[in-house]
């Protein structure tokens, strides 16, 4: 059973997010019949639905509202995130089930924008659980300074455009983190969805960056999944970074168990990370477009596109550069989610040119 306190939290988050004019997918799902259903599960790790909505309870401008603390919370709490995923996911549906990892043709990729006149650079990325481990809201301490041993170790047994060095943020001049930070190499800090998520305890111990010397290739350990694998350069060359990209997690998928489930694909905390885990994208400069926004937003919905701020989710667009990608992770194979980015941002640039 789930105790007193934790319930009187629950009523009083679901009332207040009910009464409120959130647009979260998190608002949009937890019906009365759904909450009453699921308020007094817990999870062999002790989760309980708290533990999974109390981000989109504390903040009413998200847009998805909800994790999973650990892996069991995708089915005992099904009911709430198999509509959430649905959603997310353009109509992955709960009687479906995620495809076989495919990376398909990794030289089928060119650049994105030969004339160089439009995309500033270009990023892929995955995310990774460690088999073994929950996620971060029921990690201990001592579990993330394991981790960190593990993966550091592990990353250290790469070499050629691989080689690099890992960064912990224990102990990290802070004005080394700020530069990392602001060159949209590393994780920000104080994240305020995850914080509210129980996703930052015992920070910065287990957290910490692996990266090549050009900064083409990184891996974040511990911010929102155990691990985040980015490829990423100036310029649109998709295919070098995509070709990259999976090098790289070839090459740690030999070395470390990940969580993968039957059906939803590779475990992540957030749901609209499950599946291929595959976030493709620009940076892009479409200033005609961008003059209106509501337009670009209904543009790069069309080819199923997400529009994000320079710095990544919650930020405004610098300079009026703003980063585009694939939306969907699930439903699809790796190879599909990456060409889903590729064309719609090609029609993007055509449109921009037209203008
Ligand atoms: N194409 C790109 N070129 C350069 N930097 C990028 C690109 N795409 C994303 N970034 C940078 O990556 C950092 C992380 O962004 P953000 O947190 O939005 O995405 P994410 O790492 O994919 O994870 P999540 O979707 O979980 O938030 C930010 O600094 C952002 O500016």
């Not at 647009?23 to 309980?48: H, P, Q, R």
Request: proline fraction near 3%.
């Amino acid at each position: 059973m789930v105790d007193a306190a934790v319930l009187e939290k629950l009523e009083a988050g679901f009332a207040k997010l009910a009464a409120s004019d959130s647009k979260s997918l998190l608002k949009k799902y937890l019906t009365k019949e759904v909450f009453d259903a699921l308020k007094n599960k817990k999870t062999s790790f002790g989760s309980s639905l708290l533990d999974c909505v109390q981000s989109g309870f504390e903040n009413h401008d998200s847009g998805v509202g909800i994790y999973a603390p650990d892996a069991e919370s995708y089915s005992l709490f099904s009911d709430l995130f198999d509509p959430i995923i649905e959603d997310y996911h353009k109509g992955f549906k709960k009687t479906d089930k995620h495809p076989q990892r495919d990376f398909g043709d990794v030289n089928a990729f060119g650049n994105v924008d030969p004339t160089g006149e439009y995309v500033v650079s270009t990023r892929v990325r995955c995310g990774r659980s460690m088999e073994g481990y929950p996620f971060n809201p029921c990690l201990t301490e001592a579990q993330y300074k394991e981790m960190e041993q593990k993966v550091s170790s592990t990353l250290s047994g790469l070499d050629g455009e691989l080689k690099g060095k890992f960064y912990p943020l224990t102990g990290m001049d802070k004005a080394v983190q700020q530069q990392l930070i602001d060159d949209h190499f590393l994780f920000k800090e104080g994240d305020r969805f995850l914080q509210a998520a129980n996703a930052c305890r015992y920070w910065p111990s287990g957290r910490g960056i692996y990266h090549n010397d050009n900064k083409t290739f990184l891996v974040w350990c511990n911010e929102e999944d155990h691990l985040r694998i980015i490829s990423m350069q100036m310029g649109g060359d998709l295919g070098q970074v995509y070709r990259r990209l999976v090098t790289a997690v070839n090459e740690i998928e030999k070395r470390v168990p990940f969580s993968h489930h039957d059906r939803l694909g590779f475990l992540t905390f957030c749901p609209t990370n499950l599946g291929t885990t595959i976030r493709a994208s620009v940076h892009i400069k479409v200033p005609k477009l961008a003059k209106d926004y509501a337009k670009l937003e209904a543009t790069a919905d069309k080819y199923n596109l997400q529009v994000r701020g320079t710095r990544g989710e919650h930020s405004e667009a610098e300079g009026g550069i703003y980063d585009i990608s694939n939306k969907r992770r699930m439903g699809l194979t790796e190879f599909q989610a990456v060409k889903e980015m590729y064309d719609g941002i090609s029609e993007i640039i055509k449109i921009e040119a037209s203008l």
